[in-house]
C-alpha cells in the first residue's frame, strides 16, 4: 500500500470513529419514571396547528393532580388519567379541562415551550356529599303550563346559580296556539334544604315576568309585564341531575313548570 492510499484510509477511519462517537451522544436514552403514562400527543384534524402557523418545535407535559386518577382532556380530547406525561406536544398554548366522578371539574390553560416540560398541577374540589351543593350552576329543560294564552302549554329552558342558598334565575318560555307567547323571566328566591332531607330542595321564589302576545286570528302584537310569584321544589336523582317543579301564580291565575335539571359543573 502507498502512502497516499494510507493516508486515505486513515482520515476515513477516524471519520467513521467521529460520526459514531457523536451519534452515541445525541442517541443517549432518557429514563422516565415507569410511573407515568406516556402518551404521543396527536394534532386533531382541523386544528389551527395543521392549517396555522407551524410550531418551531415539541415539548413535553407532566400532568399530577390531587386526588389521583382525574381523567385529562387537552383542547376537548381525551388523553387519559393523572399522573400523565405527553411527549412530542407541539409548542403553543393549549386548555386543559380535569374530571373525576365526585369532583367539580377544573379548568385551565397552559404553555408548552420546545425542547422543555412543563408541569401541570391541579386540586379537585369534591362535591359537597349528597346532592346540593351551596354554590350551583345549573340548566333546567321546562315543561310549564300556565294562563298566558289560550292553550296554556308551553316548553323552554331556565338558567340559574345558587350563591349561598340565594337563587338567581332566567327563564325562557314559548308557548304556541292560538295566541303564540314568549316568556322572559327572572327570579330570585332563598332556598333551603329540608332538614336531614338533603335530596330536597324547597325555594321560594318572586320575579318579574314578561310575556310577548303574538295573536295569530288578529295579527296583533303586544307586550305586557307583571310580577309572578312561585315556589320551587327540587328532587336530586344523582349528584348531576334533579327534577325540578314550580308552583306559579300571577294575576292570570295558577301555573306550574316541571322539568329535568342539569348542573353544568
Given at each position: 500500500m502507498d502512502n497516499r492510499s494510507f493516508l486515505r484510509f486513515?482520515?476515513?477511519?477516524?471519520?467513521?470513529?467521529?460520526?459514531?462517537?457523536?451519534?452515541?451522544?445525541?442517541?443517549?436514552?432518557?429514563i422516565i419514571d415507569d410511573n407515568y403514562q406516556h402518551v404521543e400527543y396527536t394534532v386533531p384534524e382541523g386544528s389551527p396547528l395543521v392549517f396555522g402557523a407551524r410550531p418551531s418545535g415539541v415539548g413535553s407535559v407532566l400532568f399530577e393532580t390531587n386526588p389521583t386518577g382525574v381523567k385529562v382532556f387537552i383542547d376537548d380530547i381525551y388523553q387519559g388519567v393523572t399522573p400523565l406525561l405527553i411527549e412530542n406536544v407541539p409548542d403553543g398554548t393549549y386548555s386543559a379541562r380535569f374530571e373525576m366522578e365526585g369532583y367539580l371539574n377544573h379548568y385551565m390553560s397552559f404553555d408548552v415551550a420546545a425542547t422543555l416540560q412543563s408541569h401541570v398541577t391541579a386540586g379537585l374540589s369534591p362535591r359537597q356529599h349528597y346532592f346540593f351543593d351551596r354554590r350551583e350552576l345549573y340548566t333546567t329543560l321546562v315543561y310549564e303550563y300556565s294562563k298566558v294564552n289560550a292553550e296554556g302549554w308551553g316548553v323552554g329552558n331556565s338558567w340559574g346559580a345558587y350563591f349561598n342558598n340565594f337563587n338567581l334565575e332566567q327563564s325562557t318560555i314559548v308557548h304556541?296556539?292560538?295566541?303564540?307567547?314568549?316568556?322572559?323571566?327572572?327570579?330570585?328566591?332563598?332556598?333551603?334544604?329540608?332538614?336531614?332531607?338533603?335530596?330536597?330542595?324547597?325555594?321560594?321564589?318572586?320575579?318579574?315576568?314578561?310575556?310577548?302576545?303574538?295573536?295569530?286570528?288578529?295579527?296583533v302584537s303586544v307586550w305586557l309585564g307583571y310580577l309572578r310569584g312561585g315556589l320551587n321544589f327540587k328532587c336530586g336523582i344523582t349528584e348531576q341531575y334533579a327534577f325540578s317543579t314550580t308552583l306559579l301564580y300571577d294575576k292570570t291565575g295558577i301555573g306550574f313548570r316541571a322539568g329535568i335539571l342539569f348542573y353544568v359543573n
Open positions: 486513515a482520515f476515513t477511519a477516524l471519520a467513521l470513529c467521529l460520526c459514531g462517537i457523536v451519534r452515541a451522544q445525541w442517541e443517549e436514552p432518557v304556541i296556539g292560538i295566541s303564540n307567547t314568549v316568556t322572559f323571566e327572572g327570579a330570585l328566591g332563598y332556598s333551603f334544604i329540608m332538614g336531614r332531607l338533603k335530596r330536597f330542595r324547597l325555594t321560594p321564589q318572586i320575579g318579574y315576568s314578561g310575556v310577548w302576545f303574538d295573536h295569530v286570528d288578529t295579527a
